[in-house]
């Protein structure tokens, strides 16, 4: 019996980044052989019908410019709910989603609080884009940053997935610690990660970063990727987000809504590594 085809699900607006992120998942699309949904919900039943009409539109639209035949799902409730309830329901086979996020210029701050909201309820990982993708055909370089905790594992799985059906550069990217126990830490991680890149023939490079600090990584993370102009950040989100990063900022934050507009895959940490092995051999 022949597996039914996943889907990769944009989170619609109507807005100018829903169209950034239905491009990429168009690109990103034609090269796993991934459906397209998108994604919109409603606050109040009232809206529904006129919210139904300009999807259908869009639709058409989209058959029309680009040749896709991509569907549609609308909702009413919480967008904070609705997206990753939907995404996490394993009936409805999503492979990942596509977010398009207008950055933290004045009071779009708050929205990255809300798209970080949504991406920590879901099981399956998001992709945070700001702008439309390059013209290049492939994602080429895709950045990992490496430091002491055991979430580094959860995200190797994808950072295989993307190494070897967009035949992406892996760029190791390690966080440089003074503590020897957790500098050994991180080097196991390292380690861990080069054995099953290796065993999945995906090309990789090793980099550090010159000092240790949490924000001061992040910087210099950024400015690696700016140099080698990354197609893509991939990052574990905080494992036990607070009501205080929602307000304050969690320190995905600065990486999601990055002054280079560079995309971000987020992948929650789970309790378990248990599916990780489907990725990693053969």
């Known amino acids: 019996m022949e597996q039914e085809k996943k889907s ?71 967008i904070f709910n609705e997206i990753s309830d939907f995404a996490s329901d394993e009936a409805n086979n999503i492979n990942l989603v596509i977010m398009g996020t207008h950055g933290m210029k004045g009071g779009q701050k708050l929205f990255g609080s809300w798209a970080l909201r949504v991406i920590a309820g879901s099981s399956v990982p998001f992709i945070v884009v700001q702008n439309e993708p390059p013209a ?25 997935f993307l190494g070897k059906y ?69 990052i574990t989100t905080t494992k036990h987000i607070t009501k205080v990063d929602y307000i304050f900022g969690a320190k995905e934050q600065y990486l999601l809504s990055n002054s280079e507009k560079i995309p971000v895959m987020c992948v929650n940490p789970k309790s378990n590594f248990a599916k990780v092995g489907q990725f990693m051999y053969g």
């Open 136 to 160: 290049k055909e492939r994602y080429t370089d895709i950045v990992f940053p490496i430091d002491f905790k055991s979430e580094n594992k959860e995200k190797l799985q994808w950072a295989i």
């Open 166 to 234: 967009l035949n992406s550069k892996i760029h190791l990217y390690k966080y440089p610690s003074a503590d020897k126990a957790l500098q050994k830490k991180m080097n196991v991680n390292l380690n861990f990660a080069i054995r099953f890149l290796i065993q999945n023939n995906i090309e990789y490079e090793i980099h550090s970063a010159s000092k240790p600090g949490a924000a001061i990584f992040q910087k210099e993370l950024l400015a690696f990727s700016r140099k080698i102009k990354a197609d893509m950040i991939l």
């Open 8 to 78: 990769i699900m944009v989170t619609w607006d109507f807005s100018a980044v829903s169209y950034s992120a239905l491009k990429h998942a168009i690109k990103m699309a034609h090269i796993v052989k991934n459906n397209i949904i998108l994604f919109h919900v409603v606050n109040d039943p009232s809206e529904e019908e006129t919210a139904r009409k300009k999807i259908g539109k869009n639709v058409e639209e989209i058959q029309k410019d680009f040749g896709e035949d991509v569907g549609y799902v609308l909702r009413q409730g919480k």
